[in-house]
């Protein structure tokens, strides 16, 4: 382990609040958020064994905190980060300058626990190089498209995206103008309403092939929303056609960044464009109210890549211990590979 850290168990979420809260604000990552882990570990952990440590550096400041979890399936013990599955990007929660300190504290806890598990998976890590920094396989990458600004106007943006794109969305705006109407969620008593429309969207658009981290998790999503709403993270925004919801986006601004979080629309309205109309009207106001960037969340539809300018990526990185270990990390490639 490097030298200059050492690692300390944590008891719960709440055990170093302070210092987790302004580490993950210092991140500027919502799913390394207390909000998001409490919640998580609430509502979707389903039996997995929190496995919480924080670095300290000699004076004893926590530069690092890394949100663990143990699965203990049928034939090998996962170790994976606290949210798997559900969140964009994962890692050990710590500011940019320290990186390197949270990689190190990260294999120092491999190292440490690598009695409790077969395979470390290390899913949605932003950027590039985790494999060899952790003496990892790399399992896939995933793209993770993002919009950079600030903007001085919705002009600007648009000027900087393709005629094709402007054209669309002016067109489309237009033609539905006498019925259109945007809602941002702005009051609590508009929450759930707004989320049974997210849902419902959701599940309309994609049927049985609908997100079961996000779909299947309801109470979690619900509860980590009221948590972020008091916070004022929550960006909901609806689109309605006669005043009926056609289309969402469900964002989370943290920090200079927004992140498009989920969405959903009516299939019914498919030549209507009314999933790419509230999703330029998310980036709209997201720019309006200062936002630097604008994620627009894991996956390489073609759409995202119409409004992003920037795709640092994701990795996700395996080490499999033993037989069953390594057979573990080679069907995850094979999956990861489709």
Known sequence: ????????????????????????????????????????LEHASHGCRPLLLAAREPGGKVVAILPLVVVDGRYVRKVRFLGYGAANELGPVCAPGNRELGVAALRAALDETRDEWDVFLGENLPGSGWGQRLGAELVGRESSPVARGPWPSWEAYLASRS??????????????????????????????????AVFALHRARWGENASPFFAGEEPFHRAFAAAAFERGWVRLRLLELDGRPVAANYG???????????????????????????????????????????????GPQSYKRRFADDDPGLETVGIGRGLRGRASILAARRRAAG
């Open 1 to 40: 382990m490097t030298p200059a850290l050492t690692l300390e168990p944590l008891t719960g979420v709440g055990a170093l609040r302070e210092e987790w809260v302004e580490l993950a604000a210092a991140a500027g990552n919502p799913f390394a958020s207390v909000e998001w882990s409490e919640a998580w």
């Open 163 to 196: 005629r094709s794109l402007r054209k669309e969305l002016r067109q489309k705006e237009r033609r539905l103008s006498s019925a259109l109407r945007y809602q941002t969620v702005s009051a609590a008593e508009e929450l759930e309403p707004a989320l049974d």
């Open 252 to 298: 989370i601004r943290f920090g200079e960044a927004e992140w498009s979080y989920q969405h959903g629309r009516d299939p019914a309205l498919e030549g209507a464009s009314v999933g790419s109309l509230v999703f330029a009207h998310s980036l709209r106001e997201a720019f309006a109210e200062g936002a630097r960037e604008f994620w627009l969340g894991p």
